[in-house]
Nanobody, 124 residues
Framework: QVQLVESGGGLVQAGGSLRLSCAAS????????TGWFRQAPGKEREFVAA????????LYADSVKGRFTISRDNAKNTVYLQMNNLKPEDTAVYYC?????????????????WGQGTQVTVSS
């Protein structure tokens, strides 16, 4: 089992940047595929980015492609989401997720473990 704790959210102006971190417990973090999702008020949780166990495979939502970068440091048991050129429509609670079954997936149901979320607010 793994526990995930996100940090790094906050308030930023449009065009600015934030880096989210997701710290994982456990010594087998490298065996988990990871993903970032977000949920805005009144909307369903949506996929943002995913990174495979080995760190080689990566997938992004079209809405963030070219602006966001997912990375992981297995030695530090941490996954990152670098967000550049932020837009007001990026405002949401961002969640880190992990699973041991499917390597790179956009489907929330594929992820077994979730963090508590961190708020990102982008002002215009």
């Amino acid at each position: 089992q793994v526990q995930l704790v996100e940090s790094g959210g906050g308030l930023v102006q449009a065009g600015g940047s934030l880096r989210l971190s997701c710290a994982a417990s456990g010594r087998t973090f490298s065996t988990y595929a990871t993903g970032w999702f977000r949920q805005a008020p009144g909307k369903e949780r949506e996929f943002v980015a995913a990174k495979g166990r080995s760190g080689g495979s990566t997938l992004y939502a079209d809405s963030v492609k070219g602006r966001f970068t997912i990375s992981r440091d297995n030695a530090k048991n941490t996954v990152y989401l670098q967000m550049n050129n932020l837009k007001p429509e990026d405002t949401a609670v961002y969640y880190c997720a992990a699973n041991r079954i499917v390597d790179v997936t956009t489907t929330p149901l594929s992820y077994e473990y979730w963090g508590q979320g961190t708020q990102v607010t982008v002002s215009s």
